[in-house]
């Protein structure tokens, strides 16, 4: 999405007001999770939406929740 929006990642940080070292932790997919006023930030900044950032993959080796 930064490249489609032709934006810096240092661009990003400051237009979402996040740490430069933070948003890279996001773009990595290091990240354990996100608050929701940053991810609305950053849709925001890059107008777009949540599902054009996030994708879900299946972890087969956690098993069922709660298990």
Do not use: H, W
């Not at 991810?39 to 098993?63: M, N, T």
Request: aromatic share 2%.
């Amino acid at each position: 999405m930064l490249a489609r929006r032709k934006m810096s990642l240092s661009t990003l940080a400051a237009a979402v007001d996040i740490t430069l070292a933070n948003l890279s932790i996001l773009k990595s997919d290091k990240a354990k999770a996100i608050r929701f006023t940053t991810l609305e930030a950053i849709c925001q900044a890059l107008q777009c939406q949540p599902g054009d950032l996030l994708e879900y993959v299946s972890d087969d080796s956690a098993g069922p929740p709660g298990g």
